[in-house]
């Protein structure tokens, strides 16, 4: 697509509520919006696998408590710490 003459783009503009972009304008607008969607998507993927991480070493210590202290009993709170610490620089 070739570039809009100055005239053409106040022409368009002018003939309403229009704002006319480049293409170059509207390849770097949507550039920057898929890496914002991109960042967004990535923070909230990486939110939800630690809150379900979290959810299982729970179950996994509820577990336990119903278990009589031994080997099992500790092996699930063993299992239950190394859930969270999967990933240490997420928990705070």
Do not use: Y
Request: glycine letters at 4%; a negative charge; aromatic letters at 6%.
């Amino acid at each position: 697509m070739s570039e809009l003459s100055n005239f053409q783009k106040q022409f368009l503009a002018g003939s309403g509520h229009v704002q006319v972009f480049t293409q170059k304008e509207f390849d770097e607008a949507l550039t920057l919006a898929k890496a914002e969607i991109m960042t967004v998507a990535i923070e909230t993927t990486k939110q939800a696998i630690f809150i379900e991480r979290e959810e299982c070493a729970r179950l996994l210590e509820k577990l336990a408590s119903e278990e009589d202290e031994g080997e099992l009993c500790t092996a699930m709170r063993n299992a239950a710490e190394s859930i969270r610490n999967r990933i240490p620089s997420q928990r705070q």
